[in-house]
């Protein structure tokens, strides 16, 4: 079965920086497109970034991280990066992982969610 792990959050500084990672395991056949998305306490959860592959490929942020996070793929491990430099107290949320992938088993593109992993930016 597909699974999606995150790593890569943690405590820090306004400011400061951090990378988020998620791996993708499992009979995965193609990935269509990897994204990040965060929630906050009280809100809705909301697209940070997206990654697409093959035809058309692009990235794809939310105005309010544009300039400031990077989202990247290894496309040899099948795993998604989300860059996040001069943090504010704002970004705090928990970061979800997702992915629109065909696997062995499904043979049809679902979307997959990983745990989540929590960000929080001090003032």
């Known amino acids: 079965q597909v699974q999606l792990v995150e790593s890569g959050g943690g405590l820090v500084q306004a400011g400061g920086s951090l990378r988020l990672s998620c791996a993708a395991s499992?009979?995965?056949?193609?990935?269509?497109?990897m994204s990040w998305h965060r929630q906050a306490p009280g809100k809705q959860r909301e697209l940070v970034a997206a990654?697409?592959?093959?035809?058309?490929?692009?990235?794809n942020y939310a105005d309010s991280v544009k300039g400031r996070f990077t989202i990247s793929r290894d496309y040899a491990k099948n795993t998604v990066f989300l860059q996040m430099n001069s943090l504010k107290p704002e970004d705090t949320a928990v970061y979800y992982c997702?992915?629109?992938?065909?696997?062995?088993?499904?043979?049809?593109?679902?979307?997959?969610w990983g745990q989540g992993t929590q960000v929080t930016v001090s003032s």
């Open positions: 997702n992915s629109v992938l065909n696997s062995f088993s499904d043979r049809t593109f679902r979307s997959y």
């Open positions: 499992g009979t995965i056949s193609s990935i269509r497109d």
């Open positions: 990654i697409t592959s093959g035809s058309g490929s692009g990235t």
